[in-house]
Each structure stands twice: as C-alpha cells, then as structure tokens.
C-alpha cells in the first residue's frame, strides 16, 4: 500500500542536520540528568543511612599519590605493625627467635631476666624509641648501662614507639606491661602531648593513623564502581552484597593538652600500683622551652626550619609547659627536667630529640633521680 502523503509534504517533515544534531544533544543532556538524579538520590540515601558516600556518576580510581600524609609518614618510619589498640607498633629490630633482645613483643630488651633482677618498664616516644639508638641513642640504654654497674642485675623493658603520647603509653601499659612483671615503669613524655601533635584533638585516645587504617579497614566492605558508584552501593546495601562498616571514635574530649597529659599519668601511676610496680614520669626536654639552653649555628637553623612550617609553635609550647610544669610539682611521682640542658650547648639532634651526649644526660638524671639512694656503696 502506497503513503498517501504527497512527496512534497514528505520532504518537509525530513529534519535537518542541525536539528537532528540538537536533537540527540537533548537526548544525551537528558540521559545524564537522569543518571545524575539517580546517583544524586543514591547518595542522599547512604548518606541518611551513615554509609560512604562518593562522587556523582563517576568515581576515579584510587591513586597511590593520594595517600593520607600521616599514612605515608609511618610507613617511612618502619612503623609497619598495626595494632588494635594504639593504632600501629613497631616490628622487632630483630629475630625475636635469634635475638634475645626482642623476645618481648613490642618492646626491645636489654640485660637478662635473673632471679632478683631489677626490672624497669620504659614507655615514651621517638625519643626514647630504641629505633633510633643509631641516630641519636636512646637513654634508656644509659639507664641499662648505670643500674648494671651500681645497683646489681637489671634489666629494661624499651617499649616506647615513635609518635606515641601519653594516650598511647597508658594504653600500652594496661595491655603489654603487666605481662613484664615490673618493679618499675618509667616514662618520658610531653612533647608528643603538645597541642595533641598525634591524637585527634577532640578523641586524644586515637591517633590520626589510627583512623586511616580503621577507615581504610571499614571501606574495604564497599569498594565503589567507577560507574555510578551511589547507585551500585545502595542497590548492594538492600542486596546484603555489602558492607555498612562505619568508624566510631568514641565520646569526644573538652580537656586542654596539658590537662590530658596530667590525667593520664595520674591513671599510670594508679595502674602501676595495681599491679605491684612504682611509677615515675619524667617531663621531658625539648628545643625552645629551656631559655638558658645554648643553640648552636645547626640547631638555630632547624629551629627556625620548624618554626617556618609551625609559627604558632613557641606560643604553644609555652603554654603546654607551663601547666605542665605545675602539674609535675603537684605530683610526687614527676620529675620535670625539661630544662636539663640549661647553660649547655650542642645537645639537640633536631628541635625535639636530644643527640648521644643529650640522652646519656637523660639517662644518668633517671638513674640519679630514682636508683641513684638504692645503689650498693663501692667500698
């Protein structure tokens, strides 16, 4: 059967290209309303539901150059070893099965465990991580090397790991130290504590590599498609073929640095007497909070390096230390010897770590401070 349509009028209904262009343009700008409209409402559901959210309609790939700084930061410092508690720890320096002394999970140990022996716990951060005895040494082994030759057998528990604060230590010494039996437990802490340098500020129990890797954990239950990620994740979440993991930090804290820092070591010390030991805390030394301290040319300028990257620095260590000086007075387990230092020279390997003759000084004033009375008379 023949079209009845004249051919003239057929012609007329014919589009032209420009039309037909315009056309499909529509056609696609439509699509990818409707596709935006679909991810958009996806994301406003896994929103309302506490699950992740991503990018409209298309999610890029994730690149080894977008790392969390702080994740970066550990990895470079050997800090491998995740933990469930503080966050991360540190592998043996050696063969716990060849090395004596690495025996202990997570603490390096010097001397042996002889009936009789005197056993001090150390807890603190990197400047009292034996990691990097190498570096800059480390005064618990001066400690070691004291209570050896004065006091009779010994031995030292190093648990400290860098970028722990006193949140961390307390932590560490609920779980870890009980199991060392010690008479002692020592820590230096307060530079770590500064401004919450290493915990959230509003949760100082958790520290920011600990959430990267609980975030990390809990995001692995729903990698998102590149395509429409919302849309996939919220079919997948009514589907059961998901994971709606989300990272709690727990109640938050209204507590100044220094406040916090006091707190926590008024619990290691109870802890400490809970479980048959003495506790002592040292506030410790560092580069601009001693003004009678010399800075040599090298130290000036890695002082002045930090303070380009930290301009509020000063002004918040000095805030930091002076309460933190009137809680040590306050208590009869606390040594301040921040200004150990005062009136040397030459005994920073940078702004926060004292170099060898800096941490031998540390480790002779420990010895001094508490074992120094009980020391055996040479006759």
């Known amino acids: 059967m023949s079209d009845p349509t004249p051919p003239n009028e057929r012609a007329a209904i014919r589009l032209s290209t420009p039309a037909r262009i ?50 970066d930061r550990r990895l470079s410092q050997g800090l491998t070893v995740l933990d469930p508690q503080m966050g991360y720890g540190r592998p043996p320096g050696g063969d716990p099965a060849t090395d004596p002394a690495w025996r202990w999970p997570g603490f390096r140990t010097s001397g042996t465990e ?29 400690l070691y090397q004291r209570l050896a030759s004065g006091s009779g057998p010994a031995v030292v528990y190093n648990g400290a790991v860098s970028g722990y604060s006193t949140n961390q230590e307390l932590l560490k010494l609920t779980r870890d130290v009980r199991a060392l039996s010690p008479d002692w437990v020592i820590s230096l802490s ?55 993991l989300t990272v709690s930090t727990g109640m938050p804290y209204n507590i100044s640095d220094a406040d916090m820092w006091r707190q926590n070591i008024e619990l290691m010390n109870l802890i400490s007497q809970q479980m048959g030991a003495r506790f002592h805390v040292f506030l410790q030394p560092a580069m601009g909070v001693d003004a009678a301290y010399t800075k040599t040319d090298a130290e000036l300028a890695l002082y002045d390096s930090l303070l380009q990257s930290r301009p509020d620095y000063p002004d918040q260590a000095a805030a930091f230390y002076a309460a933190a000086r009137r809680h040590c007075a306050a208590l009869d387990y606390c040594t301040d010897i921040s200004e150990i230092f005062a009136g040397k020279t030459g005994l920073y390997h940078d702004p ?8 031998a000084l540390i480790g002779a004033k420990v010895y001094e401070t508490l074992f120094a009375a009980e020391a055996p008379r040479q006759d």
């Open 22 to 71: 315009v056309l499909a343009g529509i056609a696609v700008l439509a699509t990818l309303f409707l596709l935006l409209a679909a991810d958009l409402a996806a994301r406003l559901y896994l929103g309302a539901t506490g699950a992740p959210q991503y990018n409209l309609v298309w999610q890029p790939a994730p690149k080894a150059a977008k790392r969390e700084t702080v994740y």
């Open 352 to 359: 926060r770590h004292p170099n060898h003759e800096g941490n």
């Open 114 to 142: 002889a009936d009789g022996a005197l056993r001090v716990a150390v807890l603190g951060g990197s400047t009292s991580d034996p990691f990097y005895e190498p570096e800059w040494g480390v005064w618990s082994e001066a």
């Open 190 to 244: 307060g530079v770590n504590d500064l401004s919450f340098a290493h915990s959230l500020r509003d949760h100082p129990m958790v520290s920011p590599y600990q959430l990267v890797m609980m975030q990390t954990l809990a995001n692995k239950g729903h990698i998102p498609t590149q395509f429409m990620p919302n849309l996939v994740a919220a079919l997948r979440s009514n589907t059961g073929d998901g994971s709606n």
